[in-house]
């Protein structure tokens, strides 16, 4: 459907796109995607448990616009990210038990998973289970996809160990559109993001910074 206007925080925007799904499949009443969210910042205070939208970069809104060339940040953030097909935000130097894997923010999901080629590169080094039951994972649209759910030893995003880590893995559509199968890659969801103090997505400059681990998860990782 078309909307003439969607208006929040002293923005608007005009002739917006969007898809229409029943409600109990968003648990919302909209999700606010990067054709919108693409010119802000966007900072989640998991402490407070807290969200803000600043402007960012040019005032000035560009739709299915491609980028890829990587970007290098300051040395007070996490690290080297480039942009995909739409605009989202790619890190380049996470780890997973080792491995560097691609990693991106999915804030709307409830769990971090990885891609089948970073569950086949992990091989014996994982902490597997006896038994492995697959887990549905649901998306926004009601599509269900099985996951194999595994332990990684250690997780690593830029500068932060996140020490051990319970992950899933399947090839969702998202690693697909990114370019994300063939190469090991992670989603992190709000499992990850809670353990930090703050996570910041800046779209507009092509930024992402995490924050302090929260206290409790200094405490474990050191243990």
Request: proline letters at 6%.
């Given at each position: 459907m078309k909307l003439a206007r969607l208006a929040f925080n002293g923005r608007r925007f005009n002739d917006v796109y969007a898809g229409v799904y029943p409600r109990e499949l968003l648990a919302a009443d909209g999700l606010m995607g990067l054709d919108v969210l693409s010119r802000f910042e966007l900072?989640?205070?998991?402490?407070?448990?807290?969200?803000?939208l600043t402007p960012s970069g040019?005032?000035?809104?560009?739709?299915?616009?491609?980028?890829?060339t990587p970007t290098?940040?300051?040395?007070?953030?996490?690290?080297?990210?480039?942009?995909?097909?739409f605009g989202q935000l790619i890190l380049l130097n996470a780890r997973v038990d080792g491995i560097q894997v691609d990693c991106f923010v999915d804030s709307g999901a409830q769990y971090s998973i990885g891609n089948l080629a970073l569950f086949q590169a992990l091989g014996p080094g994982v902490v597997r289970a006896t038994q492995r039951p697959l887990i549905p994972v649901y998306g926004v649209t009601g599509q269900t996809i099985l996951a194999e759910h595994e332990n990684v030893a250690q997780l690593i995003i830029g500068s932060r160990r996140l020490g051990p880590t319970s992950l899933l893995f399947a090839d969702l559509h998202a690693f697909d559109v990114l370019g994300l199968i063939d190469r090991p890659a992670l989603l992190l969801g709000a499992d990850v993001l809670q353990r930090f103090q703050r996570v910041s997505l800046d779209f507009g400059r092509s930024r992402m910074e995490f924050g302090p681990l929260r206290r409790t998860i200094e405490t474990r990782t050191r243990s």
């Open positions: 900072t989640f205070d998991l402490v407070r448990r807290s969200m803000s040019p005032d000035r809104l560009e739709i299915g616009t491609a980028f890829h290098r940040l300051p040395r007070n953030d996490c690290g080297r990210i480039r942009t995909g097909r």
